[in-house]
């Protein structure tokens, strides 16, 4: 597949200023994060609470590493609206936006409002384009309302009345997308392949395992517990799937995959990354989506020691951020449909993890990294109107 001739840009200049709005405040907030002594406060709908960066993590995220601050609710001024936050999408590549090195964004200022990609309902508009009700997506702050202009990576969602609103966390946006491009732009799966997924009972990796049941592959999921395994076996239609903590990775996944390995949907590298390079066939692509398990080895990440298997095997291995097809506003719509027609066929589905409250947001964060999400984690902040 050929996106916009090859040439992929990266809209990042919205999630700089961002940050650049997250440099003022740093001092007023880390006070206020001490006086409060890590205490948090519930919802009072005349103040906008906002989670900030108190510290960055060391290691695993902790919630110490956020502190709540509160203000008056905001009032848009002209050509501005609020946004009522509904759902926070919390992700793992957050963690990397908090460190002291740059990612595939800028890091978030210590002492700044933290950030996700959100929803949210308009009230209060003062901008002609997004009336009152509006539902909106963007990256927003970990808070109860943001004031926004309509620019950046604010869009008006149309809601599709062949799907719940929600549809769009499990299987669209960021999630559904990142699955859809990484296995059918990189990995290119024939059928009869061996296609294996790690963090497959994951958001992203749910999907691409799917995907690549669509494809006609044999797939293998690899994930951390046998429930997860079992719905992927049993709900989803992995062929065989592998629990990396019920005993040593390389033997299972030998075991799993009799025929080797023709691609790799990745999003924990690390060992897992080095498992699966020993297990290669000729001409092996690898989706290298994400590295959870090396996000907090912020020092030294673990490298695999067999990369030169890439060479033996004549394969390729390519990293990709989902951003870089936002710029194709066509090939988004086309992918997204796809992914919708493949859901209402029954061959494509998806499971919500909701955690109640922003309040929480600092704990469900630390959810992602010792597995025990269960699908698309998402923050309820709010009543969503169109329920
Ligand atoms: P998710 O898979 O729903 O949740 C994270 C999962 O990672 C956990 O449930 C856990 O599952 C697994 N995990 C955490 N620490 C681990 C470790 N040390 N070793 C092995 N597995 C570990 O999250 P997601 O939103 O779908 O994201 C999945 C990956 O996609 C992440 O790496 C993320 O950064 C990446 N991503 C990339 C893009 C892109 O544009 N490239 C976009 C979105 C997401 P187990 O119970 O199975 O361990």
Redo the contacts with the bound molecule.
Sequence with gaps: MDIDGGKRKRPLSDLRRLVEYGRNDKNDVLRRGAEQGGTVMGFDPALNRTWHLASRPRGDIRPENFAMQTSPRPEPGENQFRVRLLYIS????Q??WIREKAS?LPSLPLGGPMFSFAMGVVEASRHADFPDGTIVTGVFGWQDYALSDGTGAVRSVVADPRLPLLARFGMLE??GL?AYF?TLDLLQPKSGETMVV?????????IAVQIGKIMGCRVVG????DE?CAWLRDELGADAVVN??AGPLGEQLQLACPDGIDSFFD????E?LEAVLDLINMKARIA?????????ADDKPYGPSNIYNLLMKRARME??????YAADKRWWAIAEEQLVQWHLQGRLKYRL?IVDGLERTPVAMT???????????LVKVSDDPTN
């Excluded at 963090?199 to 749910?206: E, K, L």
């Excluded at 999003?267 to 690390?270: A, E, P, R, S």
């Excluded at 290298?288 to 907090?296: E, F, N, T």
């Design positions: 919390l992700d793992p590549g963690r990397l595939y960021h999630i990142t990484g790690s963090g497959a009972a994951g958001a992203v990796g749910s690899i994930a951390g517990s997860k990396y903590r999003n924990v590298g690390g897992c290298m989506c994400g590295a959870v398990s090396q996000y907090g990293g990709f951020i989902v951003l870089d993890d959810r992602l990294f010792n597995g025990t999400n269960a699908g698309k984690l």
